[in-house]
T-cell receptor
C-alpha cells in the first residue's frame, strides 16, 4: 500500500543533542510537509517543500532545519533540542500544490527531550 | 491576521447527530478542509469544500458559506469509533492549511 512512513516512532534525545527525524513516502507526491503537534493542540506547520523548493514558516525557529534529498525522503533536523521541543512531529504529503487541501499524514514521531 | 474558532468539546450518544461549527478569518481563502484524528493517531482527511454548499460523504457531511466565513462538519448516526478530534483547516494564501484548535467528540453508549 502506498503510504507515508516515519522513523523512528519514538525518539528520546538529551537537551541540546542534535536529532534527526525521517519521513519517506511511496505516494510519489510532489509536496512534503513537517508539522509540530503538542498535546491537545492543533498541528502547526513548520515548513514544506514543493518538489525541491523549500518554504519556511516565518515563526519556525532557526533551530529547526529540513532536507529533501529526493522525492521520496524528507528529514527534520533539530540542532539543539530544548524541553519545549518535545512534541509529536508529523510528516505529510500532498499530490501537488493545488491539492494541498488533502494531505496524507504519517503516523508521527513522538520526541521526548530529557 | 488569521483566526479560527471551533468548539473545544462535544459529547453525544451513539446514533445521534453532531454538528461542529467552524468560523474563520484568513486572507486568500481557497476552501475549507476537515480532518479527523484519533488519540495517538495521525490526522486523516475527511472532506474539502471549495464552493458554498453541502458535500456529503457517507455519514459525514461538510458545509461552507464563504460569505459568512463559516463552515460545519455534520456527523450522523454516531458510532463509538467516531470518538476523536476533528479539525477544520482553511486552505489559504500559499496553498497552506492552518488547523483550528480541534473539537474533541466523545461518543457515549
Amino acid at each position: 500500500d502506498a503510504m507515508v512512513i516515519q522513523n523512528p516512532r519514538y525518539q528520546v534525545t538529551q537537551f541540546g543533542k542534535p536529532v534527526t527525524l525521517s519521513c519517506s513516502q511511496t505516494l510519489n507526491h510532489n509536496v512534503m510537509y513537517w508539522y509540530q503537534q503538542k498535546s491537545s493542540q492543533a498541528p502547526k506547520l513548520l515548513f514544506h517543500y514543493y518538489d525541491k523548493d523549500f518554504n519556511n514558516e516565518a515563526d519556525t525557529p532557526d533551530n529547526f532545519q529540513s532536507r529533501r534529498p529526493n522525492t521520496s525522503f524528507c528529514f527534520l533536523d533539530i540542532r539543539s533540542p530544548g524541553l519545549g521541543d518535545a512534541a509529536m512531529y508529523l510528516c505529510a504529503t500532498s499530490r501537488s500544490r493545488t491539492d494541498s487541501y488533502e494531505q496524507y499524514f504519517g503516523p508521527g514521531t513522538r520526541l521526548t527531550v530529557t | 491576521g488569521q483566526s479560527l474558532e471551533q468548539p473545544s468539546e462535544v459529547t453525544a450518544v451513539e446514533g445521534a447527530i453532531v454538528q461542529i461549527n467552524c468560523t474563520y478569518q484568513t486572507s486568500g481563502f481557497y476552501g475549507l478542509s476537515w480532518y479527523q484524528q484519533h488519540d495517538g493517531g495521525a490526522p486523516t482527511f475527511l472532506s474539502y469544500n471549495a464552493l458554498d454548499g453541502l458535500e456529503e460523504t457517507g455519514r459525514f457531511s461538510s458545509f461552507l458559506s464563504r460569505s459568512d466565513s463559516y463552515g460545519y462538519l455534520l456527523l450522523q448516526e454516531l458510532q463509538m469509533k467516531d470518538s476523536a478530534s476533528y479539525f477544520c483547516a482553511p486552505l489559504a494564501a500559499g496553498n497552506k492549511l492552518t488547523f483550528g484548535g480541534g473539537t474533541r467528540v466523545l461518543v457515549k453508549p
